[in-house]
């Protein structure tokens, strides 16, 4: 009768202490109690997710070829959505800021064309802020963490888009002016994807 009662005494110890790990794991990381099914694909998690979105073609196609790094994580998917948002706004910058020091363009033009950086500077400022408090997304500071970020995120977004109104009536025509112009909507876009896939990612902790 000892011997079983020892052996009784011994599982149950086991047993709390595998419940508390179990319980400071998700703790420690509170999304991971809202993983998706395991039977799902990195691509069909994807497209699940992107289904959230304003642009869901647009989060699909620019997230889709990173699936591997993504794997089926919301918050990884967060965060490769941030790093696609801030490597585009940082590109169209650069190329704007090129094409502010090209011949033929007008005064209003070219204002109109630093303008829109200085906009696009603030956003990459924003977003890089947001991507670096996602790489620290844990623990008992998840809501004040996630709070900034939707905040600089949003910031980003209201940026690029007063950067695209810059761009309307007549300040600006023919080729480049559709170039631009589509380049900034992609920006806005992808920032829009972003804040959508963020909520999400706060709506599964919440």
């Keep these: 009768m000892e011997a079983t009662h020892y052996i009784h005494s011994h599982f149950l110890t086991v047993f709390l202490i595998l419940v508390a790990l179990i319980t400071s794991s998700n703790y420690l990381d509170p999304v991971s109690a809202a993983r998706p099914a395991s039977g799902e694909t990195n691509t069909e998690f994807i ?17 889709s070829r990173r699936s591997t790094a993504i794997g089926v994580s919301p918050q990884l998917l967060a965060n490769e959505s941030l790093t696609i948002c801030l490597e585009t706004a940082q590109s169209t910058s650069a190329m704007m800021l090129k094409l502010a020091h090209g011949q033929g363009m007008t005064s209003r033009e070219v204002g109109a064309m630093r303008d829109c950086v200085e906009e696009l500077s603030e956003a990459v400022d924003e977003l890089r802020k947001s991507l670096g408090e996602m ?59 972003s804040l959508a896939l963020i909520n999400s990612l706060a709506a599964l902790h919440g």
Excluded at 49 to 63: A, E, R
Excluded at 146 to 157: K, P, R
Excluded at 159 to 179: A, P, R, Y
């Design 47 to 63: 497209k699940t997710s992107c289904k959230s979105t304003t642009y869901p073609n647009l989060s699909f196609s620019s997230l």
């Design 135 to 193: 790489k620290e997304l844990m623990g008992k500071d998840f809501d004040l963490k996630m709070n900034d970020i939707q905040t600089w995120v949003s910031a980003a977004l209201t940026d690029e888009d007063t950067c695209t109104e810059g761009f309307g009536g007549k300040v600006m025509n023919g080729k480049v002016k559709t170039v631009v112009r589509g380049k900034i909507l992609e920006v806005a876009h992808l920032t829009s994807n």
